[in-house]
């Protein structure tokens, strides 16, 4: 009679310790996404990505600045060309401005150049290769015929070959990822185009 009288108990401490078992398994399945919602955010873009995004929106944007101050009247292979860099460079802007919005960032960067001095240890911020001045722009501006193309394909090499060291600059400090392949095909890209801008150049009697 007592092992009848002691059945409900068992079954009932039984009971209470399954209950106890699941709720126990319940909460540790649940503590990874409880975790993983509260932790930060994964970072789009480190410092380096973030700033040699930023730094070569403001240089492709004055890509374009030099472009659209070309005279439109000169001669057709010169014209085709501008077009074709402008054409590249608003692609690449879009995917540049693309990333900046993922990371919550500015554009553009409030101290160009940084995430490269910070690697060769400089003290001073360094100035952006291959812009161009803007009494340069200006007589870009009012330029005419032949002296408009000589000056837009000397620019344009110039500034294409800063883009380059910029390019390759982050290409060598990052170590994967699509900024990288972004920087090195920039690199290549954009190297193609400087040999038809000397091309150009050398038909005219002129050097970069």
Known sequence: MRVIADRPRALGVAAALAAAVFFFVLGAASRPLLASEESAPATVLNSTELGFVQDMTAHHQQAMILVQRLDPTVDAGVRALAEQIADTQ????????????????????????????????????????????????????????SEAEILFLRLMYHHHAGGITMARAADALLTEGPVKQAARSMAQSQSREMGSLGVLLELRGARP
């Open 90 to 145: 608003r692609v690449e802007i879009g995917t540049l401005l693309g990333w900046t919005q993922l990371a919550g960032a500015a554009p553009t960067a409030t101290t160009p150049m940084s995430w490269m001095t910070a690697h060769h240890h400089s003290t001073g911020p360094a100035t952006m290769p291959g812009l161009a001045t803007r009494a340069e722009l200006d007589t870009l501006t009012t330029a005419r015929g």
